[in-house]
T-cell receptor, first 110, second 113 residues
Framework: RKEVEQDPGPFNVPEGATVAFNCTYS??????FFWYRQDCRKEPKLLMS???SGNEDGRFTAQLNRASQYISLLIRDSKLSDSATYLC???????????FGQGTELSVKP | DGGITQSPKYLFRKEGQNVTLSCEQN?????MYWYRQDPGQGLRLIYY???????QKGDIAEGYSVSREKKESFPLTVTSAQKNPTAFYLC????????????FGPGTRLTVL
């Protein structure tokens, strides 16, 4: 089983749609969780951290379920500019290395 | 402006040649990382360094070497022993404490002919 596994893509959605990405992780002792965004042929950039109580940043909502070892990212009112690959990232222990999922590609169409 | 620079952006080499990828940061971060990304795959850790003059192997270190003589610099050498070196290479550093966000350089796309 992969340490971090994401929904296979690509997701093709119309503008204005709501889309959700899921991610599971294998290490139950994992400490920190993130969503990164990667545009085509560019470096990943932090989209948002994921907190235990769930957190929202504008149209983006991240949820963490420690019991099920599951993270989600919800994007509301999709924009063309949301088209990118979204990487689920887990840190197994404080200060340790990051483990990246394989990414889920999102394509938002007019 | 603080950040991470990688050079060159595109690099072509003949099979059997060693090649060194540059990574420099002026963020005053202690920890630096090298990742490899292949099409449709996530990032895989090659080497990382938590402090000057110290570094550890990541998940796919075979065929690679690094040095960390200065805090600002963490060059990666892709040796001829690396069986499939063509990939997108990303360098990152991390700010200690807080969110522990990793900052990435723009990457070097290496093609071995």
């Amino acid at each position: 089983r992969k340490e971090v596994e994401q929904d296979p893509g690509p997701f093709n959605v119309p503008e204005g749609a709501t889309v959700a990405f899921n991610c599971t992780y294998s290490n139950s002792a994992s400490q920190s969780f993130f969503w990164y965004r990667q545009d085509c042929r560019k470096e990943p950039k932090l989209l948002m951290s994921v907190y235990s109580s769930g957190n929202e940043d504008g149209r983006f909502t991240a949820q963490l379920n420690r019991a099920s070892q599951y993270i989600s990212l919800l994007i509301r009112d999709s924009k063309l500019s949301d088209s990118a690959t979204y990487l689920c990232v887990v840190r197994p222990n404080q200060g340790g290395k990051l483990i990246f999922g394989q990414g889920t590609e999102l394509s938002v169409k007019p | 402006d603080g950040g991470i620079t990688q050079s060159p952006k595109y690099l072509f080499r003949k099979e059997g040649q060693n090649v060194t990828l540059s990574c420099e940061q002026n963020l005053n971060h202690d920890a630096m990382y090298w990742y490899r990304q292949d099409p449709g795959q996530g990032l895989r850790l090659i080497y990382y360094s938590q402090i000057v003059n110290d570094f550890q192997k990541g998940d796919i270190a075979e065929g690679y070497s690094v040095s960390r003589e200065k805090k600002e610099s963490f060059p990666l050498t892709v040796t001829s022993a690396q069986k499939n070196p063509t990939a997108f290479y990303l360098c990152a550093s991390i700010k200690p404490g807080g969110v522990n966000e990793q900052f990435f350089g723009p990457g070097t796309r290496l093609t071995v002919l």
